[in-house]
């Protein structure tokens, strides 16, 4: 099987697990071109525009475009999700240049660092991954909520996530975790989340910073080799099965081999991993 372009990574897991600093250290280890597109970077930068907003709604409702939030943290919440429009729509597009960028020069690793909780957002980066012939790895970072908490309240003041959204965020990406195993265990077939199973990797993020390298990194060359998601339009959801031109056969087994494979690795560096811990601790 011919190696795709490059490798799509959407990196997904609460606030606090570590997702930024992880991008950053892979692509300082990385030997090729790797574009790094952050969700926070975007959307402070949206938000910097964001003060002419309430102004706009008021003056599109004065026009009779609807009504206008009318208390101060009804424009603010407005203001918010309209600047994390604005961040999604440019990550967007940003993640489609990359990857033509790579179609016609050497390939690249494109990594997606965002909480990605919800699975329309995998989704549409499966999608656009997908049209530009790319692979696809869903990098989940498990922590557990206790510590997630206790990260972000470490954080400057200005940088932590309010308490709501942590919970919030930290919820969804618990249905939508237990809906894609679900689905990689055979309980639920062919339903929303099968597709996603054959393309994800879930790594422990409590260790040090270079025992999550390690093992992020083992699961991006287990990734390296998988098959394309299928299209994602028409309101299909890609599936797990190859897309495979006629007369291709048995690339299926193949992908299933590979993804199985991917597995071992992770478990054998997580035992690695845990051994090195414990003969640390006695």
Known sequence: MSRADSLVVVLSGPPGSGKTRLCRGLRKESTGPVTHIELDALFRRACERASIIPILLDSDARAGG???PESREGK???ARAAAWHSARHAAMQALAQALAVAESAAPRVVLVDDTSEHRSWRRSIAATARDHR???LVLELV???SVASARNAARPLGEQVPRESMRRVTLQLQRTT???LRGSSGRGGRGAAAWESAFLARVPAEGSPAEVLALARAALEGAWGNTLPARADGGE???GSPSAPA???GRGSRHRSEVHACDLRLRDAVS???GSVSAARR
């Open 272 to 274: 690695a991993c845990m």
């Open 247 to 249: 007369g291709a056969p």
């Open 178 to 180: 237990a809906s894609v």
């Open 134 to 136: 790319a692979a696809l």
């Open 237 to 239: 959801e890609p599936r």
């Open 66 to 68: 609807g009504a206008a």
């Open 143 to 145: 922590l557990p909520a």
């Open 76 to 78: 603010e919440a407005a």
